[in-house]
């Protein structure tokens, strides 16, 4: 298809067990995005990639979280040694923007989530 | 400090009326953008509408427009003539200016209103 693919849909992990997450975003995109939304609550940002570098990681909550984007295409998003508070939906998003500044109007188009529930 | 303030968590409007839902926002910055995204219980976020801080006039989007008060940082969403396929969950989300050094492009969201359109 031709929007923002995640998966797996939903993913239940007992507690310290490691998972992860897979984004493939849309096709030349350059910008690549994790978000977390705990259920009732708006999306907080996690991390930013443009192509392979990753350039912001200041909402990634531990050193257990850690994410990759080796290509600069598809991206995977990796918890350590889950805890119950890890339970949320996560969410990618991609978006074309590749300048040096400013303000963009360009939308981030998002993918229909992972449901990570951690027991 | 929030940064988006989403004051109605949950609205019912009938169908065929028009609907507003408020957002304020905080930022120091003079440039700025707003965006408004729908969350179905599918889980999808959309994209409904882009308003930018320079922007003379409010912006429009088919059913969608935005009611922008800079003086008064609102930037309130209405849906005209709602449709069963409304319902949802409705988040208001700002993207400040960043630069060089930091790279980060993320958008910070409210915490969401609870749409429900009746028949």
């Known amino acids: 298809g031709a929007g923002v693919s995640q998966s797996p849909r939903y993913k239940v992990a007992k507690r310290g067990q490691d998972v992860a997450l897979r984004c493939d975003p849309i096709?030349?995109?350059?910008?690549l995005f994790w978000y977390q939304q705990a259920l009732g609550q708006g999306p907080e940002f996690l991390t930013y990639?443009?192509?392979?570098?990753?350039?912001?990681k200041s909402g990634l909550p531990s050193d257990r979280f850690f994410a990759e984007r080796p290509e600069g295409s598809v991206s995977t998003l990796k918890i350590q040694r889950t805890q119950q508070e890890d339970s949320a939906v996560y969410l990618c998003?991609?978006?074309?923007?590749?300048?040096?500044?400013?303000?963009?109007?360009?939308?981030?188009?998002f993918g229909d989530g992972t449901r990570l529930s951690i027991l | 400090a929030q940064k988006i303030t989403q004051t109605q968590p949950g609205m019912f409007v009938q169908e065929k009326e028009a609907v507003t839902l408020d957002c304020t926002y905080d930022?120091?910055?003079?440039?700025?953008?707003l965006f408004w995204y729908k969350q179905p219980s599918s889980g999808e976020m959309i994209f409904l509408i882009y308003?930018?801080?320079?922007?003379?006039q409010n912006a429009t989007e088919g059913r969608y427009s935005l009611n922008f008060q800079k003086a008064r940082k609102s930037a309130n969403l209405v849906i005209s003539a709602s449709q069963l396929g409304d319902s949802a969950m409705y988040f208001c989300?700002?993207?400040?200016?960043?630069?060089?050094?930091?790279?980060?492009?993320?958008?910070?969201f409210g915490s969401g209103t609870r749409l429900q359109v009746q028949p």
């Open positions: 308003q930018g801080s320079y922007d003379q």
């Open positions: 998003a991609s978006s074309p923007e590749s300048g040096t500044g400013g303000i963009s109007n360009q939308p981030q188009h």
């Open positions: 989300a700002m993207r400040e200016p960043w630069g060089r050094d930091t790279g980060r492009r993320a958008l910070t």
């Open positions: 096709s030349g995109h350059v910008s």
């Open positions: 930022t120091s910055d003079p440039s700025y953008g």
């Open positions: 990639f443009q192509n392979e570098a990753q350039l912001d």
